[in-house]
């Protein structure tokens, strides 16, 4: 019951919220200690508002209904979503760098470590808290916006790990090259989450297939309905194709059945067919196309390829 009550639109509200009490504890840190360690932490978390902001549109226009111009929905603005969000990434761990460099250049003293690892922690425990709850519901409702957004936290509360042991270090070794090292380490590390995530939407873009057990779930249930026919009345399934936009999933294939069934009765069985499918796999949107036992479709014509 309070996995429906957190929609994707709610949890993306409260990431918002999350990332504005964050990059407010994060920069003050940043200020008493003049860390830059802590200065990247607190530009990821400006990130995180920014990827939250844009994530709750994108859920919002991928939850509007199909409409005439575009009659298949809307799903695909959650994978725009996961791609901003991962340019975000690239470009917070491009400036950190930069940043880190020129104080490696120019190493500072740290100010207040108690402080400002104290506010570093308590911002990591709501991002750590936030991102457990966005996992469990992204996989209920299959929403890669809301993957994204809790891979991001995760990412956060490691980077904020990372910088709370590196300024620990700074400050029992004064080895001031330390800190922005581990600014340099934390960059490196969400700079792969970033490029993982643009992956990640480039290939929902694509119309990737859905995933394998879901590609095990739709041929099992059609392998019961090729298994409970009698030897004359025998139909088989083919050319099966899927595909998966934000959190629908489709499903085309071919039925074949004997050329003596009535039209009505070889509609019926698609019906049946169908809606054992979409009982399977919840959200999926299934297309048969009825053919004779006798008769096979060709795909890939030379004509088609030009």
Same mark, same amino acid.
């Given at each position: ?13 409260? @990431? ?18 003049? *860390?830059?360690?802590?200065? &990247?932490?607190? !530009?990821? @978390? ?27 929905? +809307?799903?695909?603005?959650?994978? #725009? &979503? &996961?791609? #901003? ?10 400036? /950190? ?11 500072? %003293? /740290? ?10 922690? =308590? @911002?990591?425990?709501? $991002? ?6 966005? #996992? ?6 299959? @929403? ?44 490196? $590390? ?5 490029? +993982? ?17 879901? !590609? ?8 019961? #309905?090729? &298994? ?10 083919? +050319? ?31 019906? *049946?067919?169908?809606? =054992?499918?979409? *009982?399977?796999? %919840? ?8 053919? %004779?036992?006798?008769?096979?479709? +060709? ?8």
């Amino acid at each position: 019951m309070m996995m429906r009550f957190l929609t994707p639109q709610r949890l993306l509200m409260a @990431s918002v919220a999350v990332a504005v009490i964050t990059i407010t504890l994060k920069t003050l840190a940043w200020v008493i200690t003049d *860390s830059v360690g802590l200065l &990247s932490d607190a !530009m990821e @978390s400006l990130v995180n508002l920014a990827s939250a902001i844009f994530g709750l549109v994108m859920v919002t226009i991928a939850a509007r209904p199909a409409d005439e111009d575009h009659p298949y929905g +809307h799903h695909k603005a959650e994978y #725009f &979503s &996961s791609g #901003f969000e991962g340019i975000l990434i690239i470009v917070a761990a491009l400036g /950190i760098v930069w940043t880190a460099l020129l104080r490696l250049l120019d190493p500072q %003293p /740290i100010e207040q470590v108690g402080w400002g690892l104290a506010l570093s922690v =308590a @911002s990591s425990a709501l $991002n750590g808290l936030l991102a457990w709850v966005m #996992f469990r519901s992204a996989k209920q409702h299959r @929403s890669i916006a809301l993957e994204a957004d809790a891979k991001h936290l995760i990412t956060d509360v490691w980077t904020s790990a990372g910088v709370v042991i590196g300024i620990g270090l700074v400050h029992f070794t004064d080895w001031l090259w330390l800190d922005p090292v581990v600014a340099i380490g934390v960059a490196l $590390n969400i700079l792969k989450e970033g490029f +993982h995530l643009l992956w990640r939407s480039s290939q929902g873009l694509m119309d990737e297939a859905v995933e394998p057990e879901v !590609m095990a779930t739709i041929q099992q249930t059609l392998d019961g #309905f090729e &298994s409970q026919r009698g030897e004359t009345a025998i139909i088989r399934f083919d +050319h099966v194709s899927t595909r998966k936009a934000g959190q629908r999933r489709f499903v085309d294939l071919h039925m074949h059945m004997p050329a003596a069934w009535s039209l009505g009765r070889a509609a019926a069985v698609r019906a *049946s067919v169908e809606q =054992a499918l979409m *009982s399977a796999v %919840p959200g999926l949107r299934a297309t048969i196309q009825l053919l %004779p036992s006798d008769v096979e479709a +060709h795909f890939d014509d030379e004509k088609d390829l030009i």
